[in-house]
């Protein structure tokens, strides 16, 4: 069959000419010290769990379908493979895989769980949310359950709102879950953007500050409404799947209907100098220095985007943890399943700096400050160990 480079129809529309002016003053940003130790402050991260598809996709397999050469994928994006979710399984479910595996590692059973904060961008319902299926999936208390919007900063987002629930004394553990199946949102005959995502869920346990774990020492959130046309999603007719030849993964339910756009390099240019600013910052914030910062794991985008803001920040590219090479870029799920990843490898060590940082489509951007402490990782892999 002819190998596809830019979509069909919907490919000069997806071509964003839009230039977006992200140069200006940065606006108001929320920022927050907890307080450690103070009341209602140091909150804990008590536990992590991710949870990947096992359906395996290589730049090889790529190349079978698109116009496109795992030369360029990789010198562009770092990027080797992916995880697809196979037909069996949902969003509903990644996520209740990579719960699972949080609770378990945090020896918390789901009925200690008052609090469920999901995060998404490939949503398969506009509602019920995610939350409120796993809630009863899980079989949790009848606490507060909703999704948060915040594209690839949603994990951060959660993270933050879980915070603002304990130290309001409204809950008492949260459990944030990030859940993405990428491959239900790209146009797999649009190789500008198929190449880049994957599919793949991680979950936080968040407790007080008298429960064990990692603390959280700063955070921020932020967004620039004014980038909101980078990075979207528009209606695609007909649907993509629809292409003759194409492997099965290719042709599940739209997300929605609806498709990846994004302009590329204003992504680029926002993603590297947020990156930086938000690392130094939250330094700030936590009265050191960004050398005494001990790993940052960003939103695993790219590796261009890694290796720039690294170089920009004067890190070895060793203090940045990164598996995108291995999961391609799985949205808002990125941050907790490179983490768990790395803590499970032996990467976190109790008294490191841990920077979780993330940005995108809005556009978002958060980022938080932990103290590492020992704390429970579990990752649910059916390949087994990378
Ligand atoms: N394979 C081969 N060629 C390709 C592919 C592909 N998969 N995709 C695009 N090309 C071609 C283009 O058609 C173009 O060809 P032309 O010159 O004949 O027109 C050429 O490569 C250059 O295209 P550009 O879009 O200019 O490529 P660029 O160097 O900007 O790299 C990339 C594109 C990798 C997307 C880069 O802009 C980038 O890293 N952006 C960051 C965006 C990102 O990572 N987004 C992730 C989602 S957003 C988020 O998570 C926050």
Redesign the pocket.
Known sequence: MERL??GREVGRLRNLGVVVNLEGPMGPVWRANSTPGGPGGGCRVMGLGSALPSTRVTNAD?EGF????DE??VS??GIRERRVAGPEENLLSLAARSARACLAAASVSPQEVDTIICSSSSPDETFPSLACRLQAELGCPLGPAFDIQA??SGAIYGLAMAQSLIQSGMSRRVLVVAAEIFSRLVDWSD???????GDGAGAFLVGGPADPGSEILALELGADGRGAAA?GTQAVSPDPQSLPGMPDYTSSQRSLGRV?T?N??E??R??TRILEQVVARLAQSAGMTTSEITLVVP?Q??S??LATAAGRLNYPIERFVSNVERTG?T?SA?IPLALAEGAAGGLCHDGDMVCLVA???GLTWGGLLLRWGSMGVAVDDPRGPA
């Open positions: 480079r830019h790529l698109l116009d496109t050469s360029w994928i562009r994006t594209a690839c190789r500008s953007t198929a190449v880049l995502f990075l990846v994004m590329g390099r992504v680029f926002f993603s939103h985008a790219n261009r985007i870029n949205s990125s940005f995108g489509a």
